[in-house]
C-alpha cells in the first residue's frame, strides 16, 4: 500500500530552521515527482514545492515566491525520503505542512499541480 508520512514539524521562532521529512512506503519515490503544499487556518492550500526528475538533468525543483531562496527541496534515494529544509522561517510560515507524491517524471514540476497521494501532514508554528 502506498504510503506518506511527513515528520520534523514543531514549534520554531522566527528566523529559525526546521527540516520536514516524508517518508515513502510501498513504492519508490524515485520514480515520482513530489511536493510539499502547506495549509493555514483559513486559508487554501499552498504549494510549496516540488522536486522531480528530468533524466539528463537529475533532479529539478521548483519554489512558490513566497518561499524561494529559504526553503530547499532534497530527496535521499536510499532512505527512499524527501526533506524540506525551512530556513529564516516567518510567521506567515505557519500552517499544515502536506507531503504528495504523483506517479512520472518531468521536465519541470509545478508546486500546485495535482497529486494522487497525500501524506497525513504536519504541523509548523512560527512564533516567539
Known amino acids: 500500500q502506498l504510503q506518506l508520512v511527513e515528520s520534523g514539524g514543531g514549534l520554531v521562532q522566527p528566523g529559525g530552521s526546521l527540516r520536514l521529512s516524508c517518508k515513502g512506503s510501498?513504492?519508490?519515490?524515485?520514480?515520482?515527482?513530489v511536493g510539499w503544499i502547506r495549509q493555514a487556518p483559513g486559508s487554501e492550500r499552498e504549494g510549496v514545492s516540488c522536486i522531480t526528475m528530468n533524466g539528463g538533468s537529475g533532479n529539478v525543483t521548483n519554489y512558490a515566491n513566497s518561499v524561494k531562496g529559504r526553503f530547499t527541496i532534497s530527496r535521499d534515494a536510499a532512505k527512499n525520503t524527501v526533506y524540506l529544509q525551512m530556513n529564516s522561517v516567518k510567521p506567515e510560515d505557519s500552517a499544515v505542512y502536506y507531503c504528495?507524491?504523483?506517479?512520472?517524471?518531468?521536465?519541470?514540476?509545478?508546486?500546485?499541480?495535482?497529486?494522487?497521494?497525500w501524506g497525513q501532514g504536519t504541523q509548523v508554528t512560527v512564533s516567539a
Open positions: 510501498g513504492f519508490t519515490l524515485d520514480y515520482y515527482t
Open positions: 504528495a507524491a504523483e506517479f512520472g517524471l518531468r521536465r519541470m514540476c509545478d508546486p500546485s499541480m495535482h497529486y494522487s497521494s
